[in-house]
């Protein structure tokens, strides 16, 4: 398996601008999650999907944030307008395992900058 | 809201020393996983542990969940230089709404 496929490894944009990350779960997970991680506050926890429908979004900053995963194996988090806060690695991670045994598996992450 | 707390922040020893990093918390979490994360890259599951007191060992790594649930530690002997990277503990909420809370992480450097 590939693993968590993560696209852009990079963005850079100017504030103002629309921004797409993209992310294909491990085949098989039922649960795939979004995290940011700054140095300021490490990783926080955006949204989350199982069998594709979004659980928990509290996570969200704002309403310039917004995740979609249309079908099992694609999802993206859109932010639109960009602004410089905003600038952090994103991370997708996907599990198969409900409840406390699961570990999850991380994609290598998109580093974005807002300029 | 969950909080864990990792100390400490940053850790940098030589080659062949031992080392232990903490993950503290109030709260209870009916399970605690350990990953590392390199440069560049996202992290890593190293163990998840899920019965208070459990110990579990990884070579050279040893990983201990406190009895209460609320916290736990890691361990390392003689460090090696590709031990080098951040440390996250991360607490599972279980039930229905499962998700996982993590620290801020230990960063550490194993100097050869």
């Known amino acids: 398996d590939a693993g968590v496929i993560q696209s852009p490894r990079h963005e850079v944009t100017e504030m103002g601008q629309e921004v797409t990350l993209r992310c294909k779960p491990i085949?098989?997970?039922?649960?795939l999650f979004w995290y940011r991680q700054t140095m300021m506050r490490g990783l926080e926890l955006l949204i989350y999907?199982?069998?594709?429908?979004?659980?928990?979004d509290s996570g969200m900053p704002e309403d310039r944030f917004s995740a979609k995963m249309p079908n099992a194996s694609f999802s993206t988090l859109k932010i639109q307008p960009s602004e410089p806060r905003d600038s952090a690695v994103y991370f997708c991670?996907?599990?198969?395992?409900?409840?406390?045994?699961?570990?999850?598996?991380f994609g290598s992450g998109t580093r974005l900058t807002v300029v | 809201t969950q909080l864990l707390e990792q100390s400490p922040q940053f850790l940098s020893i030589q080659e062949g020393e031992n080392l232990t990093v903490y993950c503290n918390s109030s709260?209870?979490?009916?399970?605690l996983q350990w990953y590392r994360q390199e440069p560049g890259e996202g992290p890593v599951l190293l163990v998840t542990?899920?019965?208070?007191?459990e110990v579990k060992k990884l070579k050279r790594l040893t990983f201990q969940f406190g009895d209460a649930r609320k916290d736990s530690s890691l361990h390392i002997t003689a460090a090696q230089p590709g031990d080098t990277g951040l440390y996250l503990c991360?607490?599972?909420?279980?039930?229905?709404?499962?998700?996982?809370?993590f620290g801020k992480g230990t960063l550490l450097t194993v100097n050869p």
């Open positions: 709260s209870v979490f009916s399970s």
């Open positions: 999907f199982n069998n594709n429908v979004p659980i928990d």
């Open positions: 085949s098989g997970h039922d649960y």
């Open positions: 991670a996907s599990n198969f395992a409900l409840g406390r045994v699961g570990g999850y598996t």
């Open positions: 542990v899920v019965t208070g007191g």
């Open positions: 991360a607490g599972g909420s279980g039930g229905s709404n499962y998700k996982l809370t």
